[in-house]
């Protein structure tokens, strides 16, 4: 266990579907992070939630809705997804200062099939 | 856009060899690097950080850091069929979120 716990492990949805991906981090962290992991890409940031304040990449489609009710949890909206979308989605956390980030710790992911 | 670039691989090397990985950054300011390792159907696990220009050893690992040919790389000595996985190359400029490349897939050879 990395601290940083995922769930679900694995979720296959239909594109008429509304789920939720849930992440809990456990290490005393300020800032939290949506990727999505999709093959031969990088890794993409979807969301940050950092030092209160939320930042998105604003590529991101409105279909995906991030929520951090306070800094150990964090969960993505999902609803109305394209087969597209498959990919796994990461959470991480880090310790983050106003002039300086270190490391991210990853969760073990959610692997999201859209059928 | 800030862009970090690695070579995909795969890098095959055989056992007890040296595995050297390299990885290139667009941005100028970037002051923090990462490398993290990822196994197949696994996530990214951090393995080495490096802030300043030079060395920096942990282990069999090696970072490199060249923020003047804005490079840095990643020696893992005594190849083991466990290193086999994807490294990915990660940067940031003070605390902005982390750029990763596409990682290369390394592949040892028993």
């Known amino acids: 266990e990395t601290g940083v716990t995922q769930t679900p492990r694995h979720l296959v949805m239909g594109m008429t579907n509304k789920k939720s991906l849930k992440c809990e981090q456990h290490?005393?962290?300020?800032?939290m992070y949506w990727y999505k992991q999709s093959a031969k890409k990088p890794l993409e940031l979807m969301f940050v939630?950092?030092?209160?304040?939320?930042?998105e990449n604003n590529s991101v489609p409105s279909r995906f809705s991030p929520e951090c009710p306070n800094s150990s949890h964090l969960f993505l909206h999902l609803h109305t997804l394209q087969p597209e979308d498959s990919a796994l989605y990461l959470c991480?956390?880090?310790?983050?200062?106003?002039?300086?980030?270190?490391?991210?710790?990853f969760g073990s992911g959610t692997r999201l099939t859209v059928v | 856009q800030k862009e970090v670039e690695q070579n995909s691989g795969p890098l095959s090397v055989p056992e007890g060899a040296i595995a050297s990985l390299n990885c290139t950054y667009s941005?100028?300011?970037?002051?923090?690097f990462f490398w993290y390792r990822q196994y197949s159907g696994k996530s990214p696990e951090l393995i080495m950080s490096?802030?300043?220009?030079g060395d920096k050893e942990d282990g069999r690992f090696t970072a490199q850091l060249n923020k003047a040919s804005q490079y840095v790389s990643l020696l893992i000595r005594d190849s083991q069929p466990s290193d086999s996985a994807t490294y990915l190359c990660?940067?940031?400029?003070?605390?902005?979120?982390?750029?990763f490349g596409k990682g290369t897939r390394l592949s040892v050879i028993a």
């Open positions: 939630y950092s030092l209160e304040e939320r930042v």
């Open positions: 290490l005393g962290h300020n800032a």
């Open positions: 941005d100028r300011v970037s002051q923090s």
């Open positions: 990660a940067v940031t400029s003070g605390n902005t979120p982390l750029v």
């Open positions: 490096i802030y300043s220009n």
């Open positions: 991480a956390s880090s310790q983050e200062s106003r002039q300086f980030l270190y490391g991210y710790t």
